[in-house]
């Protein structure tokens, strides 16, 4: 049996089709699942109560093996001892906000650092903040100068580009809201 070739045109259409759909249903989201890491532009506001004091704050792409570690770390040793390894060896960004200049600094998307970071198997973005006063060490994001942000796609509401911090006095706060669990 001969099929013509407008007999095949249909049959490819319909079958490009189908392949659309499936490809799309398997791109969304699922709950419970984070999705594939991503580059986003982190966007870090100072608070301006914060304007005459220098502040720190290191950006640390982490995967799934580095990160408790990372989660137990004393932050005052990290920032406290000078030439500390951990912050020595950290394959970090570093962003400075001295005294009485800007209160806004960020790490743009297309920044290689994200190319190093994903190609190291990112999945969690650390945000380490050397705040003014005295702090106890605490694990995870209970210390007040941590904050661990996931970089799966599906952690965040559709489209976000964009991560924004608020860093207080009391420590970094995520303005970005996360999305929720279903």
């Known amino acids: 049996m001969k099929i013509s070739s407008l007999g095949r045109g249909f ?8 392949l659309a759909v499936c490809l799309s249903g398997c791109a969304s989201c699922k709950p419970g699942v984070p999705g594939k890491p991503q580059a986003y532009e982190v966007k870090v506001n100072l608070d301006p109560s914060l304007l005459q004091k220098s502040v720190v704050v290191d950006l640390v792409g982490v995967n799934s093996l580095g990160l408790p ?3 137990n770390y004393s932050m005052s040793d990290y920032f ?20 009485g200049n800007s ?11 994200w190319t190093s970071w994903l190609a190291k198997g990112a999945t969690h973005l650390l945000v380490l903040a050397d705040l003014p006063g005295a702090h106890a ?9 941590r904050q661990i942000l ?9 489209k976000t580009k964009t991560l924004t911090i608020q ?3 009391s420590g970094p706060e995520i303005l970005t809201p996360i999305r929720a669990e279903k």
């Not at 001892?81 to 001295?98: E, I, P, Q, Y």
């Not at 060490?137 to 100068?145: E, I, M, S, T, Y």
């Not at 996931?150 to 559709?158: D, E, K, T, V």
């Open 167 to 169: 860093v207080h006095q």
């Open 11 to 18: 049959a490819s259409i319909a079958l490009i089709s189908v």
């Open 103 to 113: 209160l806004t600094n960020s790490l743009a998307r297309t920044d290689p650092k």
């Open 150 to 158: 996931p970089l799966g796609r599906c952690r965040w509401p559709n």
């Open 69 to 71: 570690n990372w989660e």
């Open 80 to 99: 406290g001892k000078a030439g500390n390894a951990m912050r020595h060896d950290a394959d970090k960004v570093t962003l400075s906000f001295v005294s």
């Open 137 to 145: 060490d605490k694990p995870g994001n209970q210390d007040a100068r």
